[in-house]
């Protein structure tokens, strides 16, 4: 019951969030009266995310046939994905902001940055909403290979992404990125994807300190697997009830 009402209030809260930004934002389209040019933002790509992903886990909460039939996929993006997302952008932003307020947020981003609970919403909460979340579920920990080539895509298409509208548009999604010099500006996004991978491994380590398995010893656990051993194959014993014991030989 904590797990169905936690998600479905951030469910909701991430929901409302995505219409009020929708609303706040819909004269500043990257590309004009294309709302998926928005996209350039990792910040939204992350809110709606957060919005998805609550939302199929309150979903999972409740309904124990979906649980059984989508844990392992829903723990791999939980851990391999959604948190590191997460992380990241909490991270990235609180971080550059620290060090130069321009770096992120033109004058114009900045006026609507300025509406605390909607910064907090996009740029604090999610954090904090994944940590619990992992304590709640304690989701079997990912196999790191395909984690890293999991983030490795997800980091290719975006880039992919801010440079195309950016040969559209002229527009960066963050000031910074206009500033630098192209190798610079390389560098720095080769930095961002360090901090991408950087933030997987520390929640990995966080769900090993609160209990979260392996894949493998989930699986192992989950099949209930007998251990091996070095005896010699006599023969299957087997217990029909209504038999009584009897041997098999191989």
Known sequence: MLRFIIHLALAGWYGYILYFDSELTKDFMPIKNNY????IWLTHINLCMQF???SFATAMSTLPSLRHSCRKKFDFFATALIFPVAATIVFLFWGLTFIDPGALADPQAQKILAIAFFNHSIHTLPLPAMLIDFI???HNRPNKSKTLKLLFVFSLLYIIEIFYVNSVSGIWPYPI???LSPPLRILFILVCMFVLFLAFLVGDLFNY??????EYDAIYNTHQQPPQNNFPNYGTLINPPEEGYRVVYA
């Open 136 to 138: 709640l579920w304690k």
């Open 36 to 39: 998926f040019s928005k996209f």
């Open 177 to 179: 990125l206009g500033e």
């Open 52 to 54: 998805l992903y609550h």
């Open 209 to 214: 300190m609160i209990g979260g398995v392996k």
